[in-house]
């Protein structure tokens, strides 16, 4: 099989590999998308603690049964699956608490140890794939796992019915985030985005109110739930300043893991904020297939550019120029 293999950081190549076997509890899949983001630019630069090379990247992704292990029995040959990727120890406390995706021992197919969906064929347990609803159209088959990651955010959130929500970002976590936002029941949706280019997008998710500059909004109150989808620390320090009296302020984003910010602690324990953040998928990828099921996301909206496997470089220069919204890598 043809498969992206990033050999050592800073360097990938196309190369041919030997097919995968699925042994047992496990499937081979065969990818018809698989997303790009930020992570896989991570791999690339060496900036993930966990990733062991040679790896190929790829871990949003969605696919066609073309093997299953001995004792597999809820899917089988030619069902289209998408594919959790996160991997658990099940062993260490986090894991045995619930919160797996707090695993001292965090994996992830595409990521970690095990081989990602750039690939024609890529092996994965089988207990984490899941069946496409017929409802749910293939492309979007990839953009069940950043859906998944957002459901698990707004489980972080605690929002309640009529809650003002700003949003930093109008990229594909931020649009989601809004999406989903406008199907929970806010009181309004505000987003904000440097890049005036994907406001419309935005308002077409669902805002009510889009801006540039978050001084452009008129809400001197501030907002009950304030979630920052960017990871810059001039925005989460914003965020918290603008969260309103008793406010949530969910960090979504993924920040430099050296970077500091700044807030007032004073404000902090005066005006009651929780500051919280939400790290990957926990318990909400069936839940993000569900949504999906009933339109609740619009994966058009954010589905911008596909590109082939031997387009893998120009993908990636595509998403570091900022370009487009989800990137999608078509094996
Ligand atoms: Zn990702
Ligand atoms: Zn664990």
């Known amino acids: 099989m043809r498969a992206v293999v990033i050999t050592q950081p800073g360097r990938?190549?196309?190369?041919?590999?030997?097919?995968?076997?699925?042994?047992?509890?496990?499937?081979?899949?065969?990818?018809?998308?698989?997303?790009?983001?930020?992570?896989?630019?991570?791999?690339?630069?060496?900036?993930?603690?966990?990733?062991?090379?040679p790896i190929v990247p790829g871990h949003e992704f969605s696919g066609t049964v073309v093997e299953v292990g001995e004792g597999v029995d809820h899917v089988g040959?030619?069902?289209?699956?998408?594919?959790?990727?996160?991997?658990?120890?099940?062993?260490?406390?986090?894991?045995?608490?619930?919160?797996?995706?707090?695993?001292?021992?965090?994996?992830?197919?595409?990521?970690?140890r095990q081989n990602g969906a750039c690939a024609e064929l890529v092996v994965v347990p089988g207990h984490k794939a899941f069946r496409l609803p017929e409802a749910i159209p293939r492309a979007w088959g990839s953009l069940v796992e950043p859906v998944s990651c957002a459901?698990?955010?707004?489980?972080?959130?605690?929002?309640r019915l009529g809650d003002h929500v700003l949003i930093y970002g109008a990229g594909t976590m931020g649009l989601i985030l809004t999406q989903i936002a406008a199907h929970h029941g806010a009181g309004s949706i505000s987003v904000v985005d440097t890049n005036a280019a994907r406001l419309p997008r935005a308002e077409q998710a669902g805002a009510d109110f889009?801006?540039?500059?978050?001084?452009?909004?008129?809400r001197p109150e501030g907002w009950d739930a304030v979630i920052d989808a960017t990871g810059a620390v001039a925005a989460i320090?914003?965020?918290?300043?603008?969260?309103?009296?008793?406010?949530?302020?969910?960090?979504?984003?993924?920040?430099?893991?050296?970077?500091?910010?700044?807030?007032?602690?004073?404000?902090?324990?005066?005006?009651?904020?929780?500051?919280?953040?939400?790290?990957?998928?926990?318990?909400?990828?069936?839940?993000?297939?569900?949504?999906?099921?009933r339109r609740m996301i619009?994966?058009?909206?954010?589905?911008?550019?596909?590109?082939?496997?031997?387009?893998?470089?120009g993908a990636l220069e595509t998403f570091r120029r900022g370009d487009g919204l989800k990137l999608t890598v078509v094996p």
């Open 12 to 53: 990938f190549s196309l190369e041919t590999l030997p097919d995968p076997t699925a042994g047992p509890g496990e499937l081979v899949v065969a990818p018809d998308g698989c997303g790009i983001c930020g992570t896989d630019l991570h791999i690339l630069a060496g900036e993930v603690p966990f990733t062991s090379y």
């Open 77 to 112: 040959a030619g069902d289209v699956v998408a594919v959790e990727p996160s991997l658990f120890c099940g062993r260490c406390r986090p894991c045995r608490t619930g919160r797996e995706n707090l695993c001292e021992n965090f994996d992830s197919i595409g990521v970690g």
């Open 151 to 159: 459901v698990h955010g707004f489980d972080m959130l605690e929002a």
């Open 210 to 218: 889009v801006a540039s500059r978050p001084d452009e909004f008129d």
């Open 237 to 293: 320090e914003d965020a918290i300043r603008r969260a309103a009296r008793g406010a949530t302020v969910l960090l979504f984003g993924v920040a430099p893991h050296d970077a500091q910010a700044r807030f007032s602690p004073f404000r902090v324990y005066n005006a009651e904020l929780r500051i919280i953040g939400s790290m990957a998928i926990r318990h909400s990828f069936e839940r993000a297939l569900h949504l999906m099921g």
């Open 298 to 313: 619009n994966g058009d909206l954010l589905q911008t550019h596909r590109f082939a496997l031997d387009e893998y470089a």
